[in-house]
């Protein structure tokens, strides 16, 4: 015979029966440049200023760079430096890196036909790469929104190996720097978009005198800067 086993309360007893919780739910930051990936790549493709020539003349002033050449390019965006070099070098090797998946996506799609250049989604501020692998290193734009500057700098020098040099290009004036971002806020009002994004509003851009201090805060052997009508260059050499 089965027996039910019930519990009986006392009279007047109570039971406490625990009230639901409220679960606030925080959600993460929208990202401008992977909702609107396109914006960026026609910016820097189609108007922001091409460097080529003068980093190659840096890197390799007889036009011609060693066979075993390995170059990065940090905050790649759709890998225009990177894929320019080793379409133009087929003997060295190039590794474009960048945050955005979309711009990544991009910049492999481009690159498909070029075996001597790959690309990775990743953070700039910590490189999974060895210390001394690089040969050369190339970043533009990057400190437009980047908080932690000096620590990509720190980066920088971590991955170059001894000899190894990097070029900077930085633009000089707020608003014109600002000109994706602010594109890229409109479109996303214009389109009913209203979340939080985690890129500022506008680029911040730095003094000629914070951007030498910038690059004097790792021991290079040799430190070049300079400025060409709306950017500032850092060419920086490892010893």
């Known amino acids: 015979m089965n027996h039910i086993a ?20 925080i959600e993460k930051p929208d990202n401008l440049f992977e ?39 940090l905050g790649c965006g759709p890998g225009f430096y990177a894929r320019t070099l080793a379409s133009q070098f087929r003997q060295i090797s190039v590794l474009g890196v960048d945050s955005s998946k979309e711009l990544v996506k991009y910049a492999r799609e481009k690159a498909m036909a070029l075996h001597n250049c790959t690309f990775e ?12 692998s690089f040969s050369q290193l ?5 400190f437009t929104i980047l908080p932690e500057r000096e620590r990509a700098v720190a980066e920088m020098f971590r991955v ?57 805060t790792q021991p290079w052997s040799r430190m070049k800067t300079w400025r060409v009508g709306r950017y500032q260059y850092a060419l920086c050499e490892k010893g």
């Open 6 to 25: 019930k519990t009986i309360l006392a009279p007047g007893a109570t039971v406490s029966v625990d009230q639901p919780r409220s679960v606030t739910v």
């Open 35 to 73: 909702r609107f990936a396109w914006i960026y790549i026609f910016c820097r493709e189609k108007v922001f200023r091409d460097d080529t020539g003068r980093i190659i003349r840096a890197f390799w002033p007889a036009g011609e760079p060693p066979a075993n050449s390995k170059v990065l390019e």
């Open 121 to 132: 989604w990743g953070d700039v501020l910590n490189l999974p790469q060895p210390d001394d």
């Open 138 to 142: 190339v970043a533009s734009r990057l």
């Open 160 to 216: 170059l190996n001894s000899g190894g040099k990097c070029f900077v290009a930085e633009p000089r004036f707020a608003f014109s720097a600002s000109i994706p971002l602010l594109t890229m806020r409109a479109l996303a009002r214009v389109n009913g978009y209203s979340h939080e994004y985690r890129e500022p509003i506008k680029a911040t851009v730095l003094s000629y005198r914070h951007f030498c201090a910038l690059f004097a």
